[in-house]
């Protein structure tokens, strides 16, 4: 059975590492053969990132969760 795993990437403008970022989830979803559904969200305001739970450029979510297992209980949420 393939899965699809959402992935969700949130970025700032002119992050160096998101499209490294990205290239790197779909050679993975390649090779685990999983299908990976990318969602790119370009953060532009406070409301945006506090809505996202954005924590700093880039922010990666695996079906609504953040990688990393600390900052899923952050409140430190930025923009700027």
Known sequence: MNKTV???VLYTQGCPNASPVID????????IGHGVAI???LVTSQEKAVGFRFLG?????????DIE???????AFGFG
């Open 57 to 65: 450029s880039p922010t990666v979510q695996i079906n609504g969760l």
């Open 39 to 41: 969602e790119t969200v």
């Open 6 to 8: 959402h992935v969700r």
């Open 24 to 31: 790197l989830i779909e050679r993975v979803g390649k090779k």
């Open 69 to 75: 297992p600390a900052a899923r209980e952050s409140t």
